[in-house]
């Protein structure tokens, strides 16, 4: 299998599922990811690629593959650059759906719920109700415009032989350090609550949601490895899908949950959410999830809690193992 973004958050946890069975692997990103992100240690990638020189790399090795899954891009919701995220997430999703396209290769990857904008046009993952949607920054954009491509070459018949977007919600585990500002809520909330002993939410800007109130679909990531692989392996034929638990959590019900693992009573300060994001921030996700259950995934979703006491486990476990082994680097 090749993954590209193979040393991000959800690429790793990828890469370990392959290791565990025994799956063989090209791993595709930035050569320095590889090195500098200290909770990849114990991974093992196989083949390692260059982002850059992916393309080149294929038409001169032509490896054998059996699927593809495409989980690089550029995630940041508060980069603004629109021709940036064209050239990486449209451009080389393109090339790489037509690289499949010609050797008929399986190919699933990942979009965002990012490209719903500010839900008011629901959370549903209907074809149909994709032409609609608004996404509120240029990273939703670049996902959604990707989407309505995809849709547009599978309505031509230029496709892979199997193919699935995913439309991934607020994925919060193990691995997502290296993201800084991008990490999860629960991440942050593990790291200022140890430090501080509070953690400190944004306070909510619209008359009708109480600060703490603001909901969204928060999916741990090892269901979300479990979803894709059984995209590949059962295999799903085509579509684009919601990944997301169908149910939506304050957070406020999210700090209460760290606060809990850590044996703390709850601490909470609401400070004002930057101007430059309130425009475009979502108050509520929530996915609708018949379209995956229909092709046959039957699996619970982790509940919230469970999950974030899981991930605080992997972060102890993890801090334990590798104490000085890096030079104090995190």
């Known amino acids: 299998m090749l993954i590209t973004g193979a040393a991000g958050f959800i690429g790793a946890r990828a890469v370990e599922r392959c290791n565990q069975e025994g799956i063989p692997l090209i791993a595709v990103d930035a050569p320095s990811y590889f090195q500098n992100r200290t909770e990849h240690y ?39 650059d629109e021709e940036y995220f064209q050239r990486v997430n449209v451009q080389y999703s393109q090339k ?30 209907e074809e149909e109700n994709l ?4 996404p509120l920054n ?7 415009r990707f989407d309505l491509w995809v849709l547009e070459q599978e309505r031509r018949g230029i496709c892979p032989p199997c193919w699935a977007g995913f ?3 607020n994925v919060y585990g193990f691995g997502e350090r290296h993201k800084k500002e991008m990490s999860s809520v629960v991440l942050k909330a593990y790291d200022q609550i ?3 002993g509070r953690l400190r ?41 919601n990944v997301g638990t169908g149910r939506a959590r304050t957070f406020l019900e999210l700090a209460e949950s760290v606060f809990h693992v850590l044996g703390m009573e709850p601490v909470i300060e609401f400070v004002d959410m930057p101007e430059e994001i309130r425009e475009k921030y979502q ?13 046959g995934y039957t699996k619970p979703f982790t509940p919230l809690e469970e999950g974030v006491r899981q991930y605080i486990e992997c972060l102890r476990v993890w801090e334990r193992e590798t104490s000085g082994k890096f030079g104090g680097k995190r």
């Open 42 to 80: 114990g991974l093992d990638f196989g083949e390692i690629v260059d982002r850059e020189e992916l393309f080149e790399w294929l038409e001169q090795e032509r490896p054998s593959l059996e699927a593809v899954l495409h989980l690089g891009a550029c995630t940041k919701t508060t980069l603004f």
């Open 96 to 125: 790489l759906w037509d690289y499949c396209t010609r050797h008929q290769l399986p190919f699933y990857y990942a979009s965002s719920a990012a490209t719903y904008g500010d839900g008011s046009h629901g959370y549903g993952d």
């Open 131 to 134: 032409l609609h949607l608004r």
């Open 138 to 144: 240029p990273y939703g954009e670049s996902k959604h």
């Open 167 to 169: 439309k991934f919600f």
């Open 194 to 196: 140890r430090s501080d």
């Open 201 to 241: 939410l944004f306070r909510s800007h619209r008359p009708d949601i109480a600060s703490g109130e603001q909901k969204r679909d928060f999916i741990y990531v090892q269901d979300v490895v479990d979803v894709l692989f059984f995209a590949w392996q059962k295999p799903i034929q085509r579509g684009i899908f």
């Open 283 to 295: 108050y509520f996700t929530q996915a609708k999830m018949e379209k995956l259950r229909l092709q």
